[in-house]
């Protein structure tokens, strides 16, 4: 059976949003239409992602990572060689800076913050027991 985990996100990420939809308002009462679409647009897009941010392991062993209008991501759960806590603050897949790097070999191959590490952890381990669990670089 899938498992679908939602991503974890943080406030920051909800003041965002917030502050987003405030300009929004304000460029409509001071009559900027181009500045208004512009920011509803972006507005729009950051509630997409909101709404469509998750992590499917499905039943067949694959890693599907999902978020918003981004390409869709999928690796199989075998080729996962380890996942390490981190809290980087690049871009990813990710609404939260508690994230999680996966590593394919050596390599990092994408950061994702789902609301339940350690089930997370526990069905990917489940279809790779291999895994490895690293020690945060400090």
């Known amino acids: 059976m899938d498992r679908v985990f939602k991503s974890k996100v943080d406030w920051w990420y909800h003041l965002v949003l917030l502050i987003m939809i405030i300009n929004t308002v304000l460029a409509f009462i001071k009559g900027e239409p181009i500045g208004m679409v512009i920011l509803l647009l972006i507005t729009l897009q950051c509630i997409h992602?909101?709404?469509?941010?998750?992590?499917?392991?499905?039943?067949?062993?694959?890693?599907?990572?999902?978020?918003?209008?981004?390409?869709?991501?999928?690796?199989?759960?075998?080729?996962?060689?380890?996942?390490?806590?981190?809290?980087m603050p690049v871009s990813s897949y990710a609404l939260s800076l508690d994230r999680l790097i996966i590593y394919k070999g050596d390599t990092q191959w994408l950061l994702v913050s789902p609301v339940n590490k350690q089930e997370f952890i526990r069905v990917l381990r489940k279809y790779n027991p291999a895994i490895q669990i690293k020690e945060p670089m400090i």
């Not at 039943?59 to 978020?67: K, M, Q």
């Not at 199989?76 to 809290?87: D, F, H, M, R």
């Open 49 to 87: 992602m909101l709404l469509s941010t998750w992590y499917k392991i499905t039943a067949d062993g694959n890693l599907i990572v999902h978020c918003s209008i981004f390409p869709e991501k999928q690796i199989a759960v075998a080729e996962i060689s380890a996942v390490e806590v981190t809290v």
